[in-house]
């Protein structure tokens, strides 16, 4: 199956080497193979004798005018192209709980990603995460004033990259959902936890204070907003955060 990967990050990279392991045709495509998704420029090309594109795609700059348009015209640009090219599976990664947030400009954004890729020419499946592990240090760092980080104890249900990656790669080589899929991690947790364990576990002497009022980039929180929705049959990943945390030595 010749499959690729638009964008080559966290999730990207791991998921080229996965799908490669079993035996795909596949290419993962970063900003550095001069490739803009943004415009089209190169589109057309990579995706020329693809059975699946996986759109792992993200704005260098979150600002809410500037997001919206991105995931807009990359969208636009990427499904057009796969129409074109006789693309049988589009699959992107969302977010779980953006239909929830929409006060937050780029959960509008995701959105408007996803109802692109629904309205476009080509079968797809949606799959919306949980916040990954590896996010937490931003997440602390974004809360952060002096030595001091103000987090709030509303729940996330986080994943570890590694489980979106080995689950993804399933999706990605099976047949299009044509609808959205759910994964998060297996435990709910307030993220000043999540910050506190990530601090006792590397030795940072930051101290966290809670905060239900601290937003979380641009949101205001409740325990449900950002883990898996009732009714979705949400995929449960495996790896517990302190096993990730012990993992990572």
């Known amino acids: 199956m010749r499959i690729v990967i638009f964008g080559a990050g966290l999730i990207g990279g791991q998921l080229r080497d996965r799908l490669h392991e079993q035996g795909h045709d596949v290419v993962a495509l970063g900003r550095e193979a001069g490739i803009d998704t943004t415009t089209g420029e190169g589109v057309a090309a990579a995706v020329d004798g693809a059975d699946v594109v996986v759109d792992l795609t993200n704005s260098p700059s979150w600002a809410d005018d500037d997001v919206l348009a991105f995931f807009r015209d990359s969208t636009r640009n990427l499904v057009g192209a796969g129409a074109e090219a006789g693309v049988g599976h589009h699959v992107i990664l969302s977010i779980v709980g953006a239909d929830r947030l929409t006060d937050a400009g780029y959960m509008r954004a995701k959105l408007a990603q996803e109802r692109g890729v629904v309205d476009g020419a ?67 947790l307030g993220i000043d936890e999540l910050v506190r364990r990530w601090f006792a576990a590397t030795g940072d002497r930051r101290t966290v204070t809670s905060d239900a009022t601290a937003g979380y980039f641009g949101a205001i929180l409740d325990d449900e907003a950002l883990t898996p929705t009732p009714g979705a049959n949400a995929w449960i990943a495996p790896t517990t955060y302190d096993e990730w945390l012990a993992a990572r030595g």
Not at 142 to 151: E, I, Q
Not at 157 to 171: C, K, R
């Open 122 to 188: 080509v079968p797809f499946t949606i799959v919306r995460s949980t916040q990954f592990f590896e996010f937490v240090p931003g997440i602390a760092d974004a809360g952060t004033v002096g030595d001091t980080v103000r987090a709030t104890p509303a729940h996330l249900q986080p994943i570890a990259s590694a489980d979106v990656v080995e689950h993804l790669a399933g999706i990605v080589t099976a047949e299009p959902v044509k609808g959205t899929v759910e994964i998060a991690g297996p435990e709910p």
